[in-house]
């Protein structure tokens, strides 16, 4: 106990298998429990598909453009202005 939790990346060979997942753990939120201890699932995307959904908001775009920024697993925001 007191450990930092660890991420881990289950590849599924079915999109429906990956479905059935996220849909069972929304269901059993704050009750999804292994060996006494609590366990989140979150979506996560393909690279590829992220960066094709931001580029593809115009006001990400303009934003992006402005400032630097990153977004980093489990949904930190870091941001850098010219300031900083």
Not at 4 to 14: G, N, S, T
Not at 16 to 23: A, D, P, S, Y
């Amino acid at each position: 106990m007191g450990k930092k939790p660890r991420p881990v990346i289950i590849r599924l060979h079915y999109y429906q298998q990956k479905e059935l997942i996220i849909r069972e753990a929304r269901a059993k939120r704050g009750k999804l429990v292994y060996q006494g201890s609590p366990v989140a699932i979150y979506k996560d995307y393909a690279p590829e598909v992220a960066t094709h959904a931001l580029n593809t908001n115009p006001l990400w775009r303009s934003y992006i453009t402005l400032v630097s920024s990153q977004l980093s697993f489990p949904a930190r925001l870091f941001i850098w202005t010219k300031d900083r």
